[in-house]
């Protein structure tokens, strides 16, 4: 069965760097999407993407962040600068039509220390 | 804006008992409501959602619009329900689904 995979699975970093995760959404797919969880907290919608573009972004998602699909299969999330506050998990999700079912990875734990 | 509400952070029920997971939702327009479920080590996978009015795993879930709620429910609870429950809603065009705080379920033996 297809499925949403993310990298790394955790990445500790130092603050003030630079981060960048990727997911590999299910190939037949058209909607990608970033999602936040720190620790003990809710899961929080960072962005939506389709068709090359944003189409949603949350009051999260500031001038620190951005996506990219760089090619056919990948899509990423850059941090730029990462602050201690920047500690969560992140999710990566894909659906194949706007009002489908999202599909999530396993997550990519980021830690900035 | 849109908002979820799951009030309870910790719900614990003995096998063989109902179960009742409660969610709220604010939206101006028609909303469209889902339960997202994680079991341990697995990730987050849709267990159902209110168009499709359907019964997963002996898990249903009514729209009430003029209570603004999705309550999640089981009449007898197993120990493989444990895990936690996320509520969400989307526009209608599903473009920046929000979820509630979540609600963990034990069902103990």
């Known amino acids: 069965e297809p499925e949403v995979t993310q990298t790394p699975s955790h990445q500790v970093t130092q603050m003030g760097q630079e981060v960048i995760l990727r997911c590999v959404p299910i190939?037949?797919?058209?909607?990608f999407y970033w999602y936040r969880q720190i620790l003990g907290q809710k899961v929080e919608f960072l962005v939506s993407?389709?068709?090359?573009?944003?189409?949603?972004k949350s009051e999260i998602f500031d001038d620190q962040f951005s996506v990219e699909r760089p090619d056919g299969s990948n899509f990423t999330l850059k941090i730029r600068s990462t602050k201690l506050e920047d500690s969560a998990m992140y999710f990566c999700?894909?659906?194949?039509?706007?009002?489908?079912?999202?599909?999530f990875g396993e997550g990519s734990r980021l830690t900035v220390l | 804006a849109q908002r979820v509400t799951q009030p309870e952070k910790l719900l614990s029920v003995f096998k063989g008992a109902p179960v009742e997971l409660k969610c709220n939702y604010s939206?101006?327009?028609?909303?469209?409501l889902f339960w997202y479920v994680q079991y341990s080590r697995q990730r987050l996978q849709l267990l159902l959602r209110?168009?499709s009015r359907e019964s997963i795993k002996g898990f249903t879930a009514d729209l009430n619009k003029g209570e603004t709620s999705f309550h999640l429910k089981k009449p007898f609870a197993q120990e493989e329900d444990s895990a936690m429950y996320y509520c969400?809603?989307?526009?209608?065009?599903?473009?920046?689904?929000?979820f509630g705080a979540g609600t963990r379920l034990t069902v103990k033996p």
């Open positions: 999700a894909s659906s194949e039509k706007t009002t489908g079912e999202l599909f």
């Open positions: 190939s037949n797919h058209l909607y």
């Open positions: 993407f389709y068709n090359n573009e944003i189409s949603e």
């Open positions: 939206y101006s327009g028609s909303p469209e």
């Open positions: 209110h168009i």
């Open positions: 969400a809603l989307s526009g209608y065009n599903n473009n920046d689904m929000r």
